[in-house]
Structures are given as structure tokens and as C-alpha cells.
């Protein structure tokens, strides 16, 4: 572990006067092939002051190599470890010539919320955060498990769920297509950045929960008329759930909601803000997708998490009414492993829901209630539970006595 402050090296890759706080720096001869150590590193890094890893550099001699391998190659193997072994690590790349030399810069920025390890496509209910103490390496430490993402859960409308069963689709709506002006409010800017740092492309969103028991989401998903008045709640393999949703072709980003004061959302853009350096000083798409997950902190009920997908092709954001939206393919019985349903659900409802599950291959067993009609179940079903739910239920007796 290195340190910025007294380096003539700092000088020569034309670092600014951030450096000099003291924060850490590891050189790297090379980008290794695996890149999981190194991934913990930029954990602690972001966890504790932030950081910089540099590759090309001989981290005894501190001398300038220079890399031999294909520099883009190399630039995406980090950023694909990264978005597979990261959450809300915040940090940027940059590619430098120094003496006719390239090197790879990786700036890690400090964390606003903690950043964590998490292998998302075979473990994702694992997490661990790190940070160092005292800059050295030996020293890099964990210090807080967490188990979630063993469970989340999708809201929808009962219409919903009857067009996404039989379309065998999930939709993605651009932000601009947001109810909330709140969240619509950064999609919908005009960025005068700098060209290099205005990479601010269409993209589509869609959110999961984590709450099981969210009594605000039962209303609002029990307002509609007809079938758009019954909610539905889908409990999801969120691994399964990933793995389909980068087979689609789009590049895929996942997000945990930063809950924020509605004032610090009103004036972040103003660059009197304090906050104002924190998200658009070395503005990237980073700092973009940042910006689409702040929602007020009067819905931080909801543990809202956001999934992006953002296509190959660049194309201008609609920021008016003519907000688009992209189907993904997805395999539900893959991903369905458990359902709520209103109890108020009507009879012909409940059939309405059989058959849609049975025609991709789910057999609901939906409690106290019978097959109507001769629909038969295929024998290579996937038998999943359907429980018959009302929030506003109290188990146990309605009255009690005091004494």
C-alpha cells in the first residue's frame, strides 16, 4: 500500500490536489486475470477515503512499465468485475500516456452509502463490506456481513401479471415515463457538461422491492378498476432473474434507492449545493445512474431496488410524453418461486390466474380453492404456492381483553 502525499509520481500523471489528502494507492504491474482480490481492495478503498489502483506501474521500483496487453480489453475486464462483484462501488477509469508508456488509472471514489463484495450471479445474498485500516493492505478487514437478496418481490396489478405471463415478457419503462416528478427530474436535465463527461444515454427501468409486508404497496397496487384492482405480489429468484435479464443483449445495471431529503434533490444541480461536487465534479455514466436512483427519503418504506438495462446503440433520451419502453424475454417459472394474491380475488379471477401459469408451465396451488372446469395440469408443472392474502388482516382473536 502507497501513499499520494510527498510522490513525485502524483505530478507526472497529472493528478489534482485530492490526492494529496492522504489517500491510498496501489501500483500494479498488470490487470490480473482474476480480479477478485483486487475488486475487495477498491471495496475497502470506497468504504474508507477512497483510492486509486494503478496498472503499469512496478509496484516495488514505482517505476513506469507500461502495459503490453490490449488496453480496451483490459478497461472492460475491470468494469465487467465490477458490475459482477460490486454493489454501489462508485469509481471511474481512465487510460494515461506517460513516456510513451499506457497506463490504466482506477480512481475509487469514497462511498455515500456502504459498498459491498457480492458475487451476484452465484451468490448474491452474500455481502460483505470491507475497508482498511491504517492503509495497509494486511489490514484489510471485514466488517459487516449481510444476508439480503435472498428474497426480493415484484407489485403489480392482477392485468399486470395476466399481459406478463402470457406475453412471457417483463417491461422496462423509460424514466421520463415515471409518475414521480422527483425521480423523472435528472432524467428529463439538459446536461451542459463537458463532451467527454456527457455520456447521459436512453435507457429503461424497472424496480423490485424488499419489503414482503408493504402495506403501501398493496393500496397503490389495489386502486385500479376491474383486474387492475387486485394486487398481485411475486416473490422472485433474483439470481435467475439477473442471468435472463443480461441474456437480452443489454447492458445491465442493478441499484439500491438512495433515500434523500426532498430539498437536497431540489437544489443537488445548484452549484452552490454542497452536494453539487459530490455528483457532477468528474461527471460520468456512473455518476448518471446515481442520479436515477435519489427518491425522496418519505419513501424509504419501500427498500426499493432498480434494475437499468441500456442498449448497445446510443440513442437521445425522451425526455417528453413520448417515453418508450422495452420488453424483456423472461422465463417466469424460472424466477417465480412463491405468489400472494388479493383474497378478494373473485372466483373467475382466480381461474383467470391458473390458466396463465399453467400455459408456461406453473401449477399454482392457490389455498382453499378448486380447479374450475376440466383444465388439466401437465404432468412437468412447476407445483408454486399461491397464498390468498389481505394486509389488513390480524391474526389471532379480532378483539382482545384487557385486564
Not at 113 to 140: D, M, N
Not at 180 to 194: G, I, N, V, W
Request: proline residues 3%; glycine residues 4%; positive net charge.
Amino acid at each position: 500500500m502507497k501513499n499520494f502525499k510527498n510522490k513525485p509520481f502524483y505530478h507526472a500523471i497529472e493528478y489534482d490536489a485530492r490526492a494529496k489528502d492522504g489517500r491510498p494507492i496501489e501500483y500494479k504491474r498488470m490487470v490480473p486475470h482474476n480480479l477478485d482480490d483486487l475488486i475487495r481492495i477498491a471495496i475497502a478503498m470506497s468504504n474508507s477515503v477512497g483510492g486509486y489502483i494503478i496498472f503499469g506501474i512496478d509496484d516495488r521500483t514505482e517505476s513506469i512499465i507500461g502495459l503490453e496487453e490490449d488496453i480496451n480489453k483490459s478497461v472492460q475486464r475491470i468494469k465487467n468485475s465490477i458490475r459482477l462483484l460490486s454493489l454501489n462501488l462508485d469509481s471511474e477509469i481512465k487510460v494515461k500516456t506517460i513516456k510513451h508508456q499506457k497506463i490504466i488509472i482506477w480512481e475509487i471514489k469514497k462511498a455515500s452509502s456502504t459498498a459491498y463484495f457480492s458475487r451476484q450471479e452465484t451468490t448474491p445474498a452474500r455481502q460483505i463490506a470491507y475497508e482498511y485500516v491504517g492503509h495497509k493492505k494486511k489490514q484489510l478487514v471485514e466488517t459487516k456481513q449481510e444476508m439480503r437478496y435472498t428474497k426480493v418481490y415484484k407489485y403489480m396489478t392482477l392485468d399486470t401479471f395476466l399481459a406478463s405471463i402470457y406475453s412471457k415478457n417483463w417491461r422496462f419503462f423509460e424514466p421520463s415515463k415515471w409518475n414521480d416528478k422527483f425521480e423523472q427530474r435528472f432524467y428529463c436535465a439538459k446536461y451542459k457538461l463537458s463532451k467527454e463527461n456527457n455520456y447521459t444515454p436512453q435507457l429503461f427501468a424497472t424496480c423490485v422491492t424488499r419489503e414482503k409486508n408493504s402495506e403501501a404497496a398493496w393500496k397503490v397496487y389495489s386502486h385500479g378498476q376491474g383486474l387492475g384492482s387486485r394486487c398481485l405480489q411475486l416473490e422472485l429468484n433474483i439470481e435467475e432473474l439477473r442471468k435472463q435479464i443480461r441474456k437480452s443483449g443489454f447492458q445491465f445495471e442493478e441499484k439500491i434507492i438512495e433515500y434523500t431529503p426532498e430539498n437536497i434533490i431540489l437544489n443537488l444541480h445548484k452549484k452552490r449545493s454542497k452536494y453539487y461536487k459530490t455528483y457532477f465534479n468528474s461527471f460520468n455514466f456512473d455518476s448518471f445512474l446515481r442520479l436515477l436512483t435519489l427518491k425522496r427519503d418519505a419513501f424509504s418504506y419501500e427498500k426499493e431496488i432498480r434494475f437499468f438495462i441500456i442498449p448497445s446503440t446510443v440513442n437521445k433520451r425522451n425526455i417528453s410524453k413520448k417515453a418508450q419502453y422495452k420488453d424483456i424475454k423472461i422465463k417466469w417459472d424460472k424466477i417465480i418461486q412463491s405468489a400472494r394474491i388479493d383474497s378478494k380475488c373473485s372466483d373467475a379471477e382466480l381461474a383467470s390466474i391458473q390458466k396463465a401459469c399453467l400455459s408456461i408451465g406453473i401449477s399454482p396451488i392457490i389455498t382453499n380453492y378448486n380447479f374450475i372446469g376440466n383444465t388439466k395440469i401437465p404432468p412437468k408443472s412447476k407445483k408454486i404456492p399461491f397464498e390468498k392474502f389481505d394486509i389488513d388482516k390480524m391474526p389471532g382473536r379480532p378483539r382482545i381483553i384487557i385486564s
